[in-house]
């Protein structure tokens, strides 16, 4: 399949049926969708797609599944409002449409040669997903890699099983936190930026992905500065309403940018203002 | 250098002070190893002690009436442990437990606050790195009344 730049308007305009191959279950409101696609499917990690239950409407998400694996797509979607919850409640065999991919994706090649860090609050670890895989997929290429996730309770972690494999790793460091926990949890209790200052990478020479919502961005931008990791590599995305996906309605606009096009992965420096602005 | 010299000079909380200030504090200083599963010390209890975490993790725990009790925060090899000490009326306002073996740098709470206060040098050098710490635990604090993982509540 052709990238979302090679196609041309009409055909990202249609959607692709997909049917549901499996239902993971994550969170009490979020589940992982594995979907076939009608023909051979290719994106990079970072981008999204509209995701289109019939009869109720289309949303944009984020794919979370291995970028280099194309006859399966995840996506994880965290059920909040009516689009969102039909697709939640789809079944192994129901039938979803599916434009794009759209966007432009994490530069994971700018930090070949160098360590990783991917950071992640929430659901926000599922655009990540995808750089893990496409890292793990060519792991010689970079340094050390480091995983930061943290999450309201234990009970909100989202890849549970999978940071806990990644985590038996040597050639990856994987650290969750919680803002709270009973004895049940032996992991830390604290906020993902007190995580930071003791990460094991070198801060000159790491590339940083982060995802979440724009307040844990922010602050992780932050502690990222205080750890003296460079601005201009650290990445973050930005999520806007969409409605086209390709530029034509406006709906995606953040400052002078398209979101859907020139987004939704963001170099951090490029728009730490916009970050600051109440309201855009 | 001494054993505990060393270790004070290699925590980074007491970076930048003048070797006659960490001598100071060196000769205050002693380890302690705690075992797993130990109270350091519980809420309620005079704070007679100063700790810096060596090595291992410290959860602080609010114990809850007829309910497991609940962990706020864990601290880690390098974290201080608790200010409780230097502000009257000196007791702890959280239990600490020691989630896997800790080893730590204890001070005699009395004598780390009569140096202090005779030293107003040192006794500046001391508050300037607990403010710092005051702060960044009343900002991760913060963050968390915010929605910091989206969780829509
Ligand atoms: C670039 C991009 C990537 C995204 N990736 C994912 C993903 O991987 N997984 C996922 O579950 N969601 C993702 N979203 C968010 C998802 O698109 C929205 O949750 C969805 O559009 C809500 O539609 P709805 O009809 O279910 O709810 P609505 O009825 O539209 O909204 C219900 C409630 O959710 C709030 N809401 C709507 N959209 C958002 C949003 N973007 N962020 C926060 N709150 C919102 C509304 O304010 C309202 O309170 C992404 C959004 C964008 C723009
Ligand atoms: S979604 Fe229409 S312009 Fe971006």
Redesign the pocket.
Known sequence: MATATELSIPQLLDPMPCVVRAVNRETHD?ITLEVEPAEPYHFEPGQ?TMVYKHG??E??????SDPDRHDRIS?????????????IASHPGDVLGIRGP??VGWPIDQAEGGDVAIIGGG?GL??LRSIVYRVLNRRDRFGAVVILVGARTPKDIVFAEELREWGSRFDIDVNVTVDTADRGWHGPVGVVTNMIPRAPWDSSKVTAFVCG?EVMMRFTARALREDDVPMDKVYV??????QCGVGLCGH?QWGSHF??RE??VFRYDTVAELFRIRGV | MSNTMAQIKDLKFFSGLKRRHLEVLAALAKEIEVEKGTYIFREGDDALRCLVVLSGDVALELPMQGRDPRTVQTVHDGDVLGWSWLYPPHRWTFDARAVTDVTALVFDAEQLRAVKDSDHELGFQLMTRFGKVMVSRLQATRMRLMDLY?N?D
Do not use: D, H, L
């Not at chain 1, 949303?59 to 979370?64: L, Q, V």
């Not at chain 1, 996506?75 to 697709?87: E, H, L």
């Not at chain 1, 995305?237 to 969409?242: D, G, K, P, S």
């Open positions: 979020t999204i109720v409407g949303i944009p998400i984020s794919i979370s996506q994880t979607v965290r059920g909040v409002g009516a689009v969102s919850k039909a697709i759209f966007g659901i599922a655009p919502p995305t930005m999520e806007r309403n969409m995606c979101v859907c987004g939704p | 989206g829509g």
